[in-house]
């Protein structure tokens, strides 16, 4: 029986006639799978071998890309550094992941610097010329021209259930906590995650004929899982490298690039971008998530002719469930469009629950709101090292995720808010999401978040923190809410108690707002 | 972790809005579940538990389906009985899978009467009606209604590795051959093809809004994976029962099917069938395999406008790969019909290579012809109970198909030919299936084999065995051929040394054509 291990996807689209591209090298994957045998050969024979960690520090790049198929053919572990963290962060993620080797982009020399010192040996720069830096650590290049071309020992005695990979996420409070993912875990989720785009009508729908460029960073859960999807379909992928929205666009025009993933403020940035540059994108594919689609934001999508999918999930659970066209809607109403900035559909074998606060079951009657647990063939086993967390988190093979949503009788997914960012007025949960959502639509909001302020009296009270486009005042908004009121869309008691103005939202590591920022910010003083 | 186990596949599909239809009922996948825990529950207070063999001998029904999951949801092995085997064979599987219950369809009572004696308490009447035909032995809705809606205790301990089924294949000598099937190995292979056809382009795409009606029997790879696939989608499921091609007909058109498999011999049947009714099937997708396409079938669908992929696999390799529109191929083209009649694309984790004689690989050149074997995440450990065959065919995790083919540069298989069906002429591989194509090219051929004939010169000569569809000789066909030879489609040596004409090519239970037979029929006289 072949296992389910990440490096066969490389042997398996080694065979195809698809390739990888970043706008300057085109590579078949023929070629990229030769170039990474000599890497991994190069590597073993300087000892990385079965459960050695290998540090990346890298944007989403061919040398990035080798490393995970590399790492995985010696039975290693990577770790994909979120070079978005505060510098502290991630010395202590890579510490705390026990890396032995750290692979260090150049541009990322700076940032890095710090950590030299700790890999005086076992520290390789990634560079975009041949060169090293210097002369007393190698290059990548250097690597793979000393490797010999053939399937490392190692290779076969992978077992799928062995580690692929670990990934810190943010701490909204503390330390990052650190996930390890089975080979098997990111196999299944990585293609559970095109086969159901593939299998559901949606807008972010894909086949192996697509041009996938992801912009989520690879340390985001490895791109979103396109760094085993993609080449698994033999398809061809563009990888952007370390591209703004600028470099973005004109990858996009010039490698006919029909897919993407991005976060919603990436989308935001690409969009202006093209409004500047008078081009257009109609025909792109967007799988967005991370947090909730501004309707503004859909506003702009459709009009552009862009279509788009919301996928729900996170690095503790990876992915969960992706939006899809509900049946019998036409997928260009504005209904399916609705539809798909909100309701998720589980993908294959996700099971889903939600509980109240007294443990039972909430119906899935697309009102009520409950506490989310999701289970899945790929859920991690807990945080790495960090049993106490764990245990809290994960339970009977369920994840709890700390989400609050709805369920629709067709068996979608609605997320309301994060728990700890939820507002509940009077033992009532206000939906922050629908507020949100509400105040966006205003035409001087640029963005907006609502969090919840303590109160003595009801618990916790909305506030909502608003990043303006044009004058406004908290009247306006009050009154903009009112009609909503009027309208029946909104119960009066979820109107804000107050309106604050920002030039911006914070944002965290990963590109969602800052919520938890935002709740202090709000906080009465102590 | 959520096991990869076939019953969770009912549950998720419970709060899906698809549903089943047989024609006369229409029930959701919600109530199929509670009336398959009903049944569950009911058969464990009988005594079904973990490890309990149940036969069944049925078309494909409601209650089919529902016993499938109602044996995975108490560990029980589910053994689908081939009802096209001959009645000694019939007998020998059941005896030889120890199953402890059998469960028979009304509509067999005389070929399953002869074994109602072994099985005096555990027989259970699958009816059309409520009513169990006679006192001793109840009918399955006798059992459903004294079954209690809840979740069986051994639904949890069943794990993703454990037996789900067995199937007894047709030996072309000696018994049939057991294939037990993991949970895990079903599930991946069944999801596996539907994911394969809606990731690539090909005539017989799918997505979650096709209608399902599995023509092939539930006893041959559980419809080819749709027992599971269809439901896991929340896709609308319709079963023909015993319907020959014109209740088929009448059900594509009643339920407005869109998708339906099948072998060829029974497309062709379809197909007389819309012919003598003038009934169109465009639009309809089939996917076929189980056999090699004539062209002549190729010719039909086409001016039908019906769109077509074909399968490779077997039931001890499960699926292996399935026909796509190669890229840049205008799928209506004749380019993209040919390819999709002959070139199989593996499916996504399944590895595949080719041998000559010395055991050396053979290139994907698109010309050499070598020996396949297959390596997939769901290849099967062996035949049960038979370790002497089982190491014959699987080794090191690889099972060697007894099939010779060649291997395109863009990684798609090309079945030449079975290796003991194959013609060796001097030392060289005659492509029987080539041949057999340009044969069924003739107008008045309506099926044609070809098989190998010893010769004391040659090894082995080509035999032709001809079902003639209007008046020809095999003058007619000899010079049909040499046109081909001068076209330089075809070696002169190829040209079989005799025709041999029949009324109807011998066919086995699974529908193929029994080249072992006609190879006996060619035989000279010992």
Redesign the interface.
Known sequence: ????VVH??L??AA???GGVSDGVQQLTYEHLYRTTLRLADSLSKRGVGRGSVLAVMDVNSVRHLMLHYASSMLGAVILTVNFRLAPDDMRFAIRHAEADWLFVWEGFAPAAGALRAAFPHHWVWLTDGPDSPESSAPSLEELVAAGAERVPEEARAVHEADPFSIFYTTGTTGRPKGLRYRHRDM?LAS?GI??HL????GGAS????DVFMPAIPFFHIHGWGTVLSVP???ATLVLPGRAGPAEQLALIQRERVTWTNMVPTQVHMLLDQADAEGAGLSGLKILTGGSPLPSGLVKRLRERGIAFSLIYGGSDQLATSIS?VP?GVDPASEEAANALSTDTL?L????VRLEDDAGQAVP?DGLRIGRLSV?????P?GYFRDPALSAEAYEH?WFKTGDLARLT???ALYIVDREGDAVKSGGEWVATGVLEALISEHPAVAAVAVVPRADPRWGTRPVAVVQPRGPVTPEHLRSHLHGAVEAGALARYWIPDAFVFVDALPLTSAGKVDKSALRRMVSPPP
């Open positions: 029986m072949r296992a389910l066969e996807v042997s398996t065979r195809s006639r196999l293609l095109v086969n593939a299998l559901h009508r894909c086949t192996a004929d698994h379909l033999g899809v049946p589980p294959a074998m996700v099971d899935a289970r899945s063939p790929w859920l086993e093979g009788p067709g068996g």
